[in-house]
């Protein structure tokens, strides 16, 4: 795949890119929770029909936005193990061999 140099740079890349989709995850989960609290206030005032459209509407935008950032999150992590793969057969399976 490379020598140890561009391995450590498409590594590097790969983590940046793995906690980037980190940090959406967790703001996913923050927006989800605000909502699951507002959907808990409107039900308690029995508002549900006057905020349906709403929530639907944000729920379906959350669902796209986990569904594409799934994907790119499988993407990355495959990618990432791939690298870790041929960073350790470099370094430790031919640290091996010189022995």
């Known amino acids: 795949m490379g020598n140890l140099r561009e391995l450590a740079f498409k590594l ?3 983590t940046g890119e793995i906690k980037g989709h980190t ?3 967790i703001d996913v989960e923050i927006l989800l929770g605000q ?8 039900e308690m005032k029995g508002e ?3 905020y349906y459209r709403e929530h639907h509407r944000t729920i379906r935008i959350l ?3 986990m569904r594409q950032l799934k994907t790119e999150l499988i993407g990355s992590v495959e990618e990432f193990d791939k690298i870790n793969t041929d960073l350790f057969n470099k370094v430790v399976k031919n640290k ?3 022995q």
């Open 12 to 14: 590097d890349n790969e």
């Open 35 to 42: 909502l699951n609290d507002k959907m808990f206030e409107v």
């Open 48 to 50: 549900e029909r006057s």
């Open 96 to 98: 091996t061999h010189e």
């Open 23 to 25: 940090d959406t995850l």
């Open 63 to 65: 669902w796209h936005i």
